[in-house]
């Protein structure tokens, strides 16, 4: 701890030269490594939120104490900044940023625009110069299938053509015979046979006539796919008038392959909607994401990805780190993304996208978090499907077999166990002012909830108020006396004892297992606040799990259930209780006649939203005995409501 504090003043009297500039700072490892980059409106403000411990995201106290040294770098406005912190995270990939889960190149369809006659081709290379791309696409086969459509609405070159290849190289080496030479050779290549080249080998297109239907693929490839339609029914109503039929036919395929294309594409607005739609799915350790390009009101592409963290970054951190690393990589930019909430660096976000439309027109991107319609709609269905995207990655990967083993081993090495705990067993006590106390007790078993070995505990001590220590002490005792032990129906010893509600609740446990003479079973007790586990063995303080870790995931998801187990005992005992108490000061009805009525209406939540007439009608009970009902439960509901 002193060592920390030493490190900690270092860095703070280093911080005093920081200035208070937008920029980008880069926190750096004992070893020199880059290990997160963020940015900032004042740089020096936001670098001592984190040494001051004022960021309350789960990551940065695990984040300051692997912090040695920092630098930073100053820029004109919080745009530059968004650039950099971009270009730093690309370059260092600090291990504290959320970035996809897989390294792959994602496969994208491009355009050569630094050829005279440019090509089309599918490709996952690093994006050149000169070039465009469209994409990116996750599914390979998607992106195939578009390509070869877009060449039957608009014949383009491809790169893996021959012939193509042959031309860009003598224009390459400056042959200035190069395009006359081709003139002359009337023989096409296969794809201009069969009408998915222009027949720039034979000569049967110019480069500026080239350049137009390179324009119209780039088109057609943003989603603009409408205006293709009202061109090709006039060009094939005009071919059939001049009795071209043969050109005509290769004019309604085309008009073909685009309705084929709308048809696989599903319609979400009636409206011209130009958008991206952007939906996440958490988990502790990873996220989903799902965005749904939406063009001219059609779904015209989705794409998928897994980041490498979860419920441990805040949201609006993932969101962020997804933006920079998805619209880095594409172009094609619609005029709004719609997401469940608003980054907060909305507007430096807003600008960045509106340079890379780069409109004619002026057109601005704007972020939406709408409240309700189709496009509330539309983020429900992608947050959907990025749940799915991330179940699918899971079965895929045999990530939770994988996960779990992570996790037992490292709660072994953390916990200074013998072994991995392949059985755990967890504790809560749930209570209001010492009544109704219960305790919940759940299992898992391999690292996966064991419902059937699920116990539920009435604490019998009395209380007067609130005790989690003698509650906690009596559910030992009940649990681990060697009765229980013996009886097969609990199952067999476990190798892990957590008990929620830290300090406290360790210290109840020990002081019964001693009684018990139980010196086998490892305990521990988890405190809610910060994630932190105290250990009987360890007096110099808790022990902390990595933020993000699987064992961490692992301990904090057999908290939760235990919690949710209790509580949901809880209510059912308390609802029990007070529907007891309150009949029971009803006079002339006894037990007979409260199950009566009570079977009549099912519920007693029915039972105290009921009409005086409705309890009269039931005939349970006489109606003398049915008004004081009535009127007892309506003093109930009337308190119920303050």
């Not at 749904?292 to 441990?312: A, P, Y």
């Not at 962020?320 to 690393?325: E, G, I, M, N, Y």
């Not at 909830?449 to 019998?460: A, C, S, V």
């Not at 919690?563 to 009803?586: N, P």
């Amino acid at each position: 701890m002193e060592e920390l504090q030493e490190k900690l003043d270092r860095i703070k009297r280093q911080l005093a030269d920081v200035p208070a500039s937008p920029g980008v700072y880069l926190w750096k490892d004992a070893e020199g490594q880059v290990i997160y980059v963020g940015k900032a409106k004042q740089l020096r403000a936001r670098m001592r939120q984190y040494v001051n411990f004022q960021d309350e995201r789960a990551k940065i106290p695990l984040l300051v104490d692997a912090i040695d040294s920092f630098e930073y770098i100053v820029t004109q406005n919080e745009h530059e900044s968004l650039v950099l912190e971009k270009n730093l995270i690309n370059e260092h990939a600090p291990f504290f940023n959320a970035d996809f889960k897989d390294d792959k190149s994602y496969p994208f369809i491009a355009l050569t625009l630094g050829d005279v006659f440019p090509a089309i081709k599918y490709t996952r290379e690093k994006h050149k110069p000169g070039t465009r791309y469209f994409g990116p696409y996750t599914d390979s086969r998607s992106a195939r299938m578009m390509l070869d459509a877009v060449r039957r609405v608009v014949p383009i070159c491809a790169n893996s053509c021959a012939e193509w290849r042959r031309l860009n190289r003598k224009m390459e080496q400056g042959d200035p015979g190069a395009l006359l030479s081709e003139n002359g050779n009337l023989r096409p290549c296969f794809d201009s046979h069969v009408g998915l080249g222009p027949g720039v080998c034979c000569g049967q297109i110019t480069p500026e006539q080239y350049r137009l239907n390179v324009q119209r693929v780039a088109r057609f490839l943003d989603g603009h796919r409408e205006e293709f339609l009202d061109e090709l029914e006039e060009e094939m109503l005009e071919a059939a008038s001049e009795l071209d039929f043969e050109r005509a036919g290769r004019v309604k395929e085309r008009i073909q392959a685009i309705n084929a294309l709308s048809d696989k594409q599903h319609a979400v607005s009636a409206r011209n909607l130009n958008a991206d739609v952007i939906g996440l799915f958490r988990e502790e350790t990873i996220a989903g994401v799902h965005v749904f390009m939406v063009r001219e009101g059609r779904i015209v592409n989705s794409n998928e990805f897994i980041l490498n963290k979860g419920r441990d970054v805040p949201d609006d951190d993932l969101l962020h780190a997804f933006l920079l690393r998805y619209y880095d990589t594409t172009t094609s930019i619609p005029r709004e993304v719609i997401v469940r909430e608003l980054p907060e660096d909305e507007q430096v976000m807003e600008e960045w996208l509106t340079q890379k439309l780069g409109s004619a027109h002026g057109a601005k991107v704007r972020f939406t978090a709408p409240r309700k319609g189709e496009k509330l709609e539309l983020v429900d269905l992608a947050e959907k499907n990025a749940q799915h995207t991330l179940l699918r990655y899971k079965v895929r990967t045999n990530y939770e077999d994988k996960r779990i083993n992570d996790a037992l081993l490292q709660l072994e090495s953390a916990l200074a166990l013998d072994e991995p705990p392949r059985r755990i067993e967890c504790f809560d006590i749930s209570t209001i002012h010492g009544s109704y106390t219960v305790a919940s007790m759940v299992v898992f078993t391999n690292g996966k909830p064991d419902k059937n070995q699920y116990r539920r505990f009435k604490i019998k001590t009395p209380l007067t108020e609130a005790n989690d220590f003698l509650s906690m002490q009596e559910v030992m005792a009940r649990r681990y006396s060697d009765e229980r032990m013996a009886d097969e129906r609990f199952g067999s010893k476990p190798d892990l004892v957590i008990l929620d509600g830290g300090k406290p609740q360790l210290t109840a446990a020990v002081e019964m297992f001693e009684e018990l003479g139980r010196t086998d079973i490892a305990l521990c007790g988890l405190a809610k606040r910060d994630e932190e586990i105290f250990v009987p063995w360890q007096e110099t303080g808790p022990i902390v799990l990595p933020g993000g870790s699987a064992s961490l995931y692992l301990v904090k998801q057999v908290r939760d259930e235990a919690h949710r187990f209790a509580i949901t005992f809880h209510r059912e005992l308390r609802g029990k209780g007070m529907t007891a108490s309150i009949l029971d000061g009803v006079a002339g009805l006894g037990p007979v006649r409260k199950k009566a009525l009570l079977k009549a209406f099912k519920s007693f939540k029915n039972l105290k939203s009921a009409t005086l007439e409705e309890i009269k009608e039931s005939r349970c009970v006489p109606e003398e005995v049915a008004e004081e009902v009535y009127l007892v439960l309506q003093q109930y509901n009337k308190q119920s409501n303050t």
